[in-house]
C-alpha cells in the first residue's frame, strides 16, 4: 500500500467539490475560521443553535468541532451535531481545546469522544498527550509540552478508536492508527495570531469532507496529511510577504486563495515514520 500522499490532488478535490463545512467553533474565531475555508475554496456554514445543529450536520459534506469556548449548551450542541453526522456517515473533526487546562474541560471532552464517533482528532501536541492519556501540558490552551513517545501513543489510539489523530506543532504528527507521518512545513507567525489552530481544524474538516469514506481512518489520515501541508505551505508563503502578525493573518487567507498545488506538492516535507 502506497504511503505517498498527493497534496496536489487532494487541494484540487476540495476546490472542485466545495464541500460544505459546518463548524460549532471558538466563538473568538469564528470569523477567521470561516474565512479560511473560503479562501481554500469550501464552504463554511457556522451554526451552533441547538434546535438546528442536527439538521445541519446531516446536509453538510464534514462538521468541524471546537470547543475554544465552552458552556454547556454548546457541549450539548457539539454532541447533537456529532450524533447527527454519525447517523448520515458525515465525518467529524475534533479539536478539544485546552483540554487538560480546567476540568470542566477534560469531562467535555471525555463526552465527546466517547459519545461521538470521530474522523479526525487534532489538537496541539500537548492537548493530544493529555486527552489519549500519553502525559503532555497545556497553558490555557495553549501546549506547554509533549510526551517524548507521544507518535506512537497516538497510533495506538487511532488503532483503538478507528479514527486519524493529528497533533499539531513545530512538527505535525498524523497517524491512521498503522502509518505515522511526519510534517515539517510551516512558519513560526503561524502561532503569533488568533486562531490559527482552528482555522487548521476548520480545514481539516474540509478535506476530510472529499475523502472516501468506505476507506476510514486511512482515508482521513491521508486527507490530514494533505490538508495540513496545504495550511503550512501557506503559512510559509504568507510570511514572505507579512510585516508582523497584523498583516500575516490577511496575507495567509491571500495564500490559502492563490495556493497552486503543484507548489506545495513540490516543497511538501512530509516524512513517513511508521507504516
Not at 23 to 45: E, F, K, Q, R, Y
Not at 140 to 152: F, H, I, M, R, T
Not at 208 to 214: E, G, I, L, M, T
Amino acid at each position: 500500500m502506497s504511503t505517498s500522499v498527493d497534496v496536489a490532488a487532494w487541494l484540487n478535490r476540495v476546490r472542485e467539490a466545495r464541500p460544505l463545512v459546518h463548524n460549532i467553533t471558538n466563538l473568538v474565531v469564528t470569523n477567521v475560521a470561516a474565512n479560511g475555508l473560503l479562501a481554500i475554496g469550501a464552504s463554511p456554514v457556522m451554526a451552533h443553535a441547538k434546535q438546528e445543529v442536527a439538521d445541519m450536520a446531516r446536509i453538510a459534506g464534514a462538521v468541524a468541532l471546537n470547543m475554544g469556548t465552552l458552556d454547556e449548551d454548546i457541549v450539548e450542541a457539539m454532541e447533537l451535531a456529532g450524533r447527527a453526522a454519525n447517523g448520515a456517515g458525515v465525518p467529524v473533526v475534533f479539536d478539544p481545546v485546552g483540554v487538560g487546562a480546567t476540568p470542566y474541560r477534560d469531562e467535555a471532552a471525555r463526552r465527546l469522544t466517547e459519545r461521538v464517533k470521530l474522523a479526525m482528532l487534532r489538537g496541539n501536541a500537548g492537548e493530544i498527550g493529555v486527552l489519549i492519556g500519553a502525559g503532555g501540558q497545556v497553558k490555557g490552551v495553549d501546549s506547554e509540552g509533549a510526551a517524548s513517545d507521544l507518535p506512537q501513543a497516538m497510533r495506538r489510539y487511532a488503532e483503538a478508536r478507528g479514527c486519524a489523530v493529528i497533533a499539531t506543532g513545530p512538527t505535525d504528527y498524523v497517524t491512521d492508527g498503522r502509518r505515522v507521518w511526519a510534517l515539517s512545513n510551516g512558519h513560526p507567525l503561524m502561532a503569533a495570531i488568533t486562531g490559527s489552530g482552528c482555522i487548521a481544524t476548520a480545514i481539516l474538516g474540509a478535506f476530510a469532507a472529499v475523502a472516501d469514506r468506505d476507506q476510514g481512518p486511512r482515508a482521513y489520515a491521508e486527507a490530514a496529511v494533505a490538508a495540513l501541508t496545504c495550511y503550512n505551505v501557506a503559512g510559509q508563503l504568507a510570511a514572505d510577504k507579512a510585516q508582523g502578525p497584523g498583516t500575516f493573518q490577511a496575507a495567509l487567507f491571500d495564500a490559502l486563495y492563490h495556493l497552486d498545488g503543484a507548489y506545495v506538492k513540490e516543497v511538501a516535507k512530509v516524512e513517513v515514520l511508521a507504516e
